[in-house]
C-alpha cells in the first residue's frame, strides 16, 4: 500500500486557502468602507417606529430650515420616564435636520450634580422634574412631561376615573418652542392690580407670588402690571392671558365693562378668588361678570369631611377629563387648596342662548359638603341649606370667537379657581399645584399657532390582573425561567457523565 501525504496538507494547497481568505476578508472590509462612505455623503434615514412618531411634518421642517441662530435643547428626564424614548427619538431627528439644533441629555436621578446646576441656571424649581428646556440667547421656554400627551377618558370615566394617553404632542409643542425663543417679542401676560391682590413680584410666604410668576416666564412669557381703574386704563393689546390673583376689595363698574369686552374680543382670563372675602361673608364682586360667562362664585367655602388635614382645607384627587386635568388624573395627582370657595359652571336651566358651557375641574371627594354660614371669620355648615357630596372648587369655560369681528383673536377660556392661596409661594410646591398651575396656563395661553402639527396617535394596552397571577408571574420570572436553564444544564452534565 503506498503512502505519502495528503493532497490536503500539501503546503500550495495549504497556501491558497490562505490566499482567499486573505482576499475575501479584504473584499469584505473593502465593501464594508464604501457602504459607509456612501451612507455618510448620501444618508437615508427610515421611521419604523410605529405611526411615523419621528417623522417630522414639512412646517417643522420650514421653521428649522429658516434658523439663523443656534437653539439649545436640554433633555431634564429620568430614564424611567414614560415620555422619555419619544421625546429623544424625536429631538434627535430635530438635531439631525438642522446644525443650529443641539441636544443634551441629563438624568436628573443619575445625573443630580449637572441637573441642579441646570435647574439654579434656568430657575427650575427643585421639586420640577421631567421638563425639556430649549435656549436661544437668553430667551427660554419650558416644556414640561405633563404637557406633551394627549389623553383620552373611558367611556365610564365617572365610575372608573381611567385616562388612557391617546397621542403625544411633542412636535407641536417643540416646534412651537422654537420658533418662540426665535421670536425676540415675546408673549405679554398681565397681573391686574389695584384691589389687593397677589404680587407678582413678591417672596412674601403665603401671599407672595413670584414662584408663580416664574412659572409664566417659563413659558417664554413677559409678564406686567396693569390697573383698570382709572379713566384712561384699559387693557392693553398685546395682552394674551390677564391674571387676576385674590383681590381682596370689588372692582369699579367700568372695571367689569373693561373686562367683559376683553373677553369678548377672544381674551384669555385667569381668576383666583381670595380667602379673605370668606372670612368677611362678603361676594368678590366679579359674580355677575362671570355669571354671564357661565360660571357661579358661589358664597360658601367647600370643606371635605374626609380628606382635610385642618378642617378648612381640602386634598383633591377628583378631576374631570378636561385637557387641563387629565394628566393630573393619570398620574394620580394631588391637590392642595388651603381655604377653598365652592366655584362651579352654571347648570343648564340656569343658561341663557348666549352662555358658553363649561366644566367643573376639580372637586372634592364625596365626602365634601358646602359651609354657607360665617361667624367670627369662619365657615359653618348650616343643617338643610348646604350639600353634601362632591363640591367644585375649579370651573373652566371657552367660547368660539366671534365672526366678522376684526378685533376677534379666538376663542375665549376662561378659568375660575376657588383659592388663591394654592398659588402661592408656600402652597405651589404642595403635591401637585405646580404642575396644575403649569397646565392651567399651557390651556389658556395655547393660541393654536401650529394647528397644522397634530398629535401623533399613541395606543395603549392595559393587562388587568390579580394579586394572585402577579405573583405567580413573579416567581416563574425569578424561580421559573432560571430553574429551567440550571436543570438543562445538569441533564446535560448527567448524560456526559454517564
Not at 395682552?239 to 390673583?245: P, S
Not at 374631570?320 to 394620580?332: F, G, K
Amino acid at each position: 500500500m503506498k503512502t505519502g501525504s495528503s493532497e490536503s496538507f500539501q503546503p500550495g494547497r495549504r497556501i491558497r486557502i490562505a490566499l482567499s481568505v486573505t482576499i475575501a476578508v479584504l473584499a469584505l472590509g473593502s465593501i464594508a468602507v464604501m457602504v459607509n462612505v456612501l451612507s455618510a455623503r448620501h444618508p437615508q434615514r427610515f421611521d419604523w417606529s410605529g405611526a411615523n412618531r419621528f417623522e417630522l411634518t414639512p412646517l417643522t421642517g420650514k421653521i428649522l430650515a429658516s434658523l439663523t441662530n443656534s437653539v439649545k435643547v436640554t433633555v431634564l428626564f429620568t430614564a424611567q420616564a414614560d415620555l422619555m424614548g419619544l421625546t429623544t427619538g424625536l429631538l434627535q431627528e430635530y438635531e439631525r435636520r438642522s446644525p443650529f439644533v443641539t441636544l443634551q441629555m441629563v438624568d436628573h436621578r443619575a445625573e443630580p450634580a449637572a441637573a441642579n446646576a441646570l435647574r439654579g441656571h434656568y430657575k427650575i424649581a427643585a421639586d420640577a422634574a421631567n421638563v425639556v428646556i430649549f435656549d436661544c440667547a437668553g430667551r427660554t421656554r419650558m416644556v414640561y412631561d405633563t404637557e406633551l400627551s394627549e389623553f383620552q377618558a373611558d367611556k365610564d370615566f365617572l365610575q372608573s376615573r381611567q385616562i388612557r394617553r391617546a397621542g403625544f404632542k411633542g412636535e407641536m409643542l417643540f416646534t412651537s418652542a422654537i420658533a418662540s425663543v426665535m421670536d425676540s417679542t415675546q408673549t405679554k401676560v398681565y397681573f391686574l392690580q389695584g384691589h389687593g391682590e397677589h404680587k407678582p413680584d413678591s417672596d412674601e410666604q403665603f401671599f407672595g407670588y413670584l414662584k408663580f410668576a416664574q412659572l409664566v416666564a417659563d413659558k417664554n412669557v413677559r409678564w406686567e402690571t396693569v390697573r383698570l381703574h382709572g379713566p384712561k386704563d384699559e387693557i392693553p393689546a398685546d395682552c394674551e392671558l390677564l391674571i387676576i390673583a385674590g383681590p381682596q376689595n370689588p372692582p369699579l363698574p367700568e372695571e367689569v365693562t373693561r373686562l367683559d369686552e376683553f373677553l369678548e374680543r377672544g381674551g384669555r382670563l385667569l381668576f383666583l378668588t381670595n380667602p379673605i372675602h370668606l372670612s368677611r361673608a362678603e361676594t368678590t364682586g366679579f359674580e355677575l361678570l362671570f355669571r354671564k360667562w357661565g360660571i357661579a362664585i358661589v358664597k360658601a367655602a367647600a370643606a371635605d369631611e374626609v380628606y382635610s388635614s385642618r378642617g378648612s382645607d381640602v386634598q383633591s384627587t377628583s378631576f374631570s377629563a378636561h385637557p387641563i386635568t387629565a394628566p393630573l388624573t393619570r398620574s394620580e395627582g394631588l391637590l392642595l387648596f388651603p381655604n377653598p370657595r365652592v366655584i362651579s359652571v352654571l347648570p343648564p336651566e340656569m343658561r341663557g342662548a348666549e352662555t358658553p358651557s363649561g366644566e367643573n375641574l376639580v372637586m372634592t371627594s364625596t365626602n365634601g359638603i358646602t359651609r354657607s354660614g360665617f361667624r367670627d371669620g369662619m365657615a359653618y355648615s348650616r343643617a338643610g341649606l348646604d350639600k353634601r357630596g362632591e363640591v367644585p372648587l375649579v370651573a373652566a369655560v371657552e367660547k368660539g370667537g366671534l365672526d366678522g369681528v376684526t378685533a376677534n383673536r379666538g376663542a375665549t377660556r376662561i378659568v375660575v379657581i376657588g383659592d388663591s392661596l394654592m398659588f402661592g409661594n408656600e402652597y405651589i410646591a404642595a403635591g401637585s399645584n405646580r404642575d396644575f398651575a403649569n397646565l392651567t396656563l399651557a390651556w389658556l395661553l395655547d393660541r393654536a399657532t401650529f394647528l397644522a402639527i397634530g398629535p401623533k396617535p399613541l395606543n395603549e394596552y392595559r393587562l388587568n390582573i390579580t394579586d394572585r397571577q402577579l405573583r405567580f408571574l413573579r416567581s416563574s420570572l425569578l424561580l421559573g425561567m432560571p430553574g429551567t436553564v440550571l436543570l438543562v444544564g445538569f441533564v446535560v452534565w448527567f448524560r456526559r457523565r454517564s
